[in-house]
């Protein structure tokens, strides 16, 4: 049985309904230097990972999509690009910040007409139910306080047969792991005290890594929280992966 009392923050354990707020203060302290820092950090093949993400969509043109924790709107401009202007995209994030510079990026880059933006929890999310033929969640998964209540509600939103993507870190093994280890741990948190002039965010990343469930692990919460032909592909030798799966 889940324990709600307290969940893991960093290093810390703290108060179960303490952990949204402050992953909303992670994100508002380095809103401005998010999209560098993410290529700092991956070497830019983030974007590459958002591409493989994107292509097993199946999304066609006038369907609805769904990107839950969405950021400043990689996936979300490539999900609008699918549906056209016939289509419809809901960017959604937790995070006002955050949510308004994707929304600017999405703007200035003259994706018009078939996005809209919803400020929203991913565990409550303030959609009707069977309404979406794809949702996605790109690195957001992990900061999420109760995964299993996320991945419920991106269910009840999805049409029956509606695809799920989930992208997120994941920790290789064996000498790679080691060597990940040590960059996520020493050299990234001093890459984020440069640029944003402060580490304590780039601190949390690789614990939030750290704590998010196993591969194995994440599949079983899939399949018990709803979904059917749950999947796993591992890129960059495991640094990164994605979940796909069908609403059952």
Not at 59 to 72: F, S
Not at 227 to 243: E, N, R, S, V
Request: aromatic content about 10%.
């Amino acid at each position: 049985m889940t324990d709600r009392t307290s969940t893991d923050f960093g290093f810390e354990r703290i108060p179960w309904r303490e952990k949204a707020r402050r992953v909303r203060g992670v994100f508002d302290s380095v809103v401005g230097r998010y999209d560098l820092m993410n290529d700092l950090m991956s070497g830019g093949i983030h974007r590459l990972w958002k591409q493989f993400a994107l292509a097993v969509a199946n999304l066609r043109e006038g369907q609805c999509a769904l990107d839950v924790a969405g950021g400043t709107g990689d996936l979300s401009a490539g999900l609008a690009k699918q549906v056209g202007q016939s289509g419809l995209v809901v960017m959604t994030d937790i995070n006002a910040a955050m949510l308004t510079r994707g929304r600017d990026r999405l703007i200035d880059a003259g994706l018009t007409g078939n996005l809209r933006y919803v400020q929203a929890n991913a565990e409550r999310l303030p959609f009707p139910d069977h309404c979406f033929h794809c949702v996605t969640i790109g690195f957001g998964l992990r900061n999420v306080t109760d995964k299993p209540a996320a991945l419920a509600s991106m269910a009840r939103v999805l049409k029956p047969g509606g695809q799920l993507g989930i992208l997120d870190f994941s920790e290789p093994g064996g000498l790679l792991g080691k060597l990940y280890a040590i960059y996520f741990r020493c050299v990234l948190p001093a890459i984020g005290r440069v640029v944003c002039g402060k580490d304590g965010p780039y601190n949390y990343l690789p614990t939030s890594v750290g704590n998010f469930p196993p591969p194995p692990q994440m599949l079983e919460l899939m399949t018990g929280t709803g979904y059917k032909d749950c999947h796993w592909q591992p890129y960059t030798f495991g640094i990164a992966g994605l979940y796909t799966a069908q609403r059952a």
